[in-house]
């Protein structure tokens, strides 16, 4: 338990120190997108290229694994709508909006750093493969199904191809999705980069991490939610029921699902089952409150979910952590 607690202190440090920063110095919460804006275009783009690309193309592609997080986020997701669907009365958009946030997790910013730190390199490679394949699931689904309830509400052609074919339209607009495809290439062919170049985008790697989750600590502060103890107390006595179901999902069914379905329903190889279970642990992403905003639904309570699943995401994942440390 101890060296778990002490592979997870240095990450919420990290937030912790850029929640004060961003609430110390209200005027430079700016500070927030410019971080964002690099993480997104160079920072995170960097890290998987820079990690993939040199690593053994079988250990970047192994179907099990893969077919096995697929199944189990579409599990848990479907489990998440069916039960959002007959019991919160809420339109369909706003429903997708709560799946995604009980589902999707900060992986670049919080997993990938986690594994790092916990299982090195090759925890950090099983991450990235993980995050970007997961993203790849899950964004253009959630775009399509925001989509068509746009175009319910406007009572237009209700045809659900086009928008999940726009869903997907976003996956080639998105930098790591063409710095993972590059690199799977470069992988498979055994193509090594000249050492300048190799450098640089070291360089950059080694940037990401911390970056990133400072950024997390910025964004927490910018969604002020709450500003001290006395407003945190009050804050817990108003929270929707649906805003607790959600942070229940994300951080106890959400990880107890996936470690019964990689450990019991189809065994994986120790390191997987960690990142799979880990990941699952992990807070709801920044990037659900992005898609909140894009589509003008339920903005509020997205981003009180993810404040919420961040603050409250410390006992899972020691625990999970704890669990996995001696089994990998």
Known sequence: M???????????????????????????????KYFNNYLIWLGIPSMVFYYLARAPFETLFDLPFIAVMIGCQLLIMSFTMFFASNFFSTPFGERSLHVMN??????????????????????????????????LLVIPLVNGMLYYDRILRMALDKKFFKPLFIGLLENFKNPIIFTFTLAIILSYFEIILPTPVSKTFELFSNTTQPIGLFTVGLFTAEMKVTHNWKDFKKLLKKI???????????????????WFVVTL???????????????AAIPSSNYVYY???????????????????TI??????????SYYLYEV
Do not use: C
């Not at 409250?312 to 952590?321: G, K, Q, Y």
């Open 291 to 309: 898609m909140a905003e894009k589509y003008n639904i339920r903005k509020n309570d997205t981003k009180l979910e993810i404040f919420l699943t």
């Open 102 to 135: 009980a589902n999707f997790s900060n992986f670049l910013l919080i997993g990938i750093p986690l594994m790092a730190v916990t299982f090195s390199e090759q925890g950090l490679l099983s991450a990235i493969v993980y995050a970007v394949v997961v993203s």
């Open 312 to 321: 409250f995401s410390l006992l899972p994942l020691t625990i999970v952590v």
């Open 265 to 279: 329903l189809v065994p994986l190889d120790p390191l997987y089952q960690a990142t799979m279970v880990i990941m």
């Open 240 to 258: 929707p029921f649906e805003s607790w179901w959600v942070v229940t999902v994300k951080l106890f069914f959400y990880p107890i699902i996936t």
């Open 2 to 32: 101890l060296d778990a607690i002490l592979s997870i202190i240095p990450i919420f440090a990290l937030i912790i120190a850029g929640y004060i920063f961003g609430h110390n110095f209200q005027e430079k919460l700016q500070a927030y």
